[in-house]
């Protein structure tokens, strides 16, 4: 099976700069789109940023200038770069991948979640 892992969350002044990294493993044949998602409690969860295979990116307003998805895609790994942070943007952030799976001689399209992790942005 495919699993991502988030790292990089944690506790930062308003102002101040985060990168979370997200790692995709297992058996992966393709991965078309990566994104980083948020979700607050009581809130719907949002997209922050995605970013395609060919490398289109699309960001919401609210961190459009401030956050920078990138990838790696020899190592299956994406980035979300936060600066400037406000305390709005403190959310439990979670990465997301559209891909390909091998399924023995099969493939199989999935769209798999990260677990999730919490960036906090208060003085």
């Known amino acids: 099976q495919v699993q991502l892992v988030e790292s990089g969350g944690g506790l930062v002044q308003p102002g101040g700069s985060l990168r979370l990294s997200c790692a995709a493993s297992?058996?992966?044949?393709?991965?078309?789109?990566m994104g980083w998602y948020r979700q607050v409690p009581g809130k719907e969860r949002e997209l922050v940023a995605r970013?395609?295979?060919?490398?289109?990116?699309k960001y919401a307003d609210s961190v459009k200038g401030r956050f920078t998805i990138s990838r790696d895609s020899a190592k299956n790994t994406w980035y979300l770069q936060m600066n400037s942070l406000k305390p709005e943007d403190t959310a439990v952030y979670y990465c997301?991948?559209?891909?390909?799976?091998?399924?023995?001689?099969?493939?199989?399209?999935?769209?798999?979640w990260g677990q999730g992790t919490l960036v906090t942005v208060s003085s």
């Open positions: 997301n991948a559209d891909l390909v799976a091998t399924m023995g001689a099969n493939y199989r399209y999935l769209g798999v």
């Open positions: 970013i395609t295979s060919g490398g289109s990116t």
């Open positions: 297992g058996s992966i044949f393709r991965i078309n789109a």
